[in-house]
């Protein structure tokens, strides 16, 4: 009797919760566009009643007429792909050289004893404090700004992958070694697989710093990329240029960092992830 | 014939964990190893797999001396262990490697099958319960036949139904083949229900206190007066093994001594 009467409400009050629940998944999202978006509308209307002239701070319709023009003229992809290049070659050599190096240290003992002070040291270093030193041995152009970039990006994946290749679970190693691993099975097996999770953040942050060193390198004299587009906007007085690139480095930013994520997704898939749970 | 000859163990920190441990297990026997904690009966069971070297003594199996893994030797740990990044079938032809494809996935379907996995084959370790983990965990070390399988408190972290389920479940897979069992345990009506030979050890430093053979015909009914009477035998004897002033008995016991009453 008790049931019968229990289970109407039961529902009732059910079917909201899952409904809050579809709303929710939904307009989460969206609540985070609110703000920048009202700040946008409203920044526009008020440059277009008359309140601001919009110079220094153009409104969003400017920008984006600025991001238009430049990409009808072909200057914008010419931008895009300088500043591509750059990220590209030295996120490369700097994720080559920090594996390398990351995996010596965390691999052997003795190697971590006698390169890791060294590194530490380095890293401590800000590194846009390399820059005249690169400038003098490398050169104004191309290869000193690589260089810095790949500096950049050297060491949050040297650490990234010493961190995760000490911190492999002891426990899952015995496993290797009750079958029998060989040395080079036991990487393969065990511990490649083990660190991918950390590599792969360590990836992302890394990619993160190439973005920001490469405007750092495109300050230092350059005649084409998105940096020299910042910096032409400011001598020349065309802040709405400035903005132009300031969004086009965040969409490249997001675009890139996705494109590792959606690379390494199929080899995470079996994570036991805070954000897996609930998908499966 | 697994042969352990004066087995001792003291760690680089000087803990002298397991003294003069000496024991002839025959090929297919079942043993059950108890004691308080710290007395020595995980680092016995890691020197019998090669994970740890016994500093004194050997241990044998067929006249070979063991110092590292063996691939006669399989060991199941408390925890399942598994590697999250493979499915569950290939966890269980984890150790398979060298045999070609199409023989490792006959294997590892009949072993699916046997602990009743069949329909997990794809799943992700972190899909499975706590139970069914285990049972890859045994799954994995039975299917490439060792000779010896080692458990250490393989039930521990479960609930008394799945403990109870895979005890039985654990019998009926050591009949296939009747690999030697070699058990650690802190469960005495695990000992009792699993074992042909009880090991009581007692601590500090770890040795062989007292051995109780249970000579229970299987199935083993958990219910009656002749289990309850080993049960009690077991008990006493780890009772006297934590008691300081009572001698050591190792050297006068032998395994027809259990026949009592």
Redesign the interface.
Known sequence: MAMTVDLPALEQTAAPRAASARWSRFARPVLGLVVPVVLALGWELAVALGYSNGRLVPPPSKVFETIVALAGSGELSRHILATLWRVGAGFALGVVAGTIMGAISGYWNFARRLLDPTVQALRAIPSIAWVPLFILWLGIFETSKVALIAVGVFFPVYLGVMGAILSVDRKVVEVGRVFRLSGFAMIRRILLPAVLPAYVVSLRVGLGLGWMFVVAAEFMGASEGLGYLLIDGQQLGKPAQILAAIVIFAILGKLTDWLIEIAAAPLLRWQDAFSTRGAT | MLALKEVGKTYPNGVHALERFSAEIAPGEIIAIIGGSGCGKSTLLRAI?G?DRATTGSVTLDNAVIT????KI??I?Q?P?L????SVADNIG??L?DLPADVRRERVASALARVALADKASA????LSGGQAQRVAIARALVPQPEVLLLDEPFSALDAFTRRDLQDHLLDLWADTRPTLILVTHDVDEAVVLADRVLVMRPRPGRLFEQITINLARPRDRKSELFDTFKRRVLTALDRSLDRSVRDVTDKSSAGEAMWW
């Open positions: 797999a994970l590292s893994p063996h691939a399989g060991i740990f925890e262990r590697l999250p990044w493979l984890f150790g490697a992700w370790p972190r899909e």
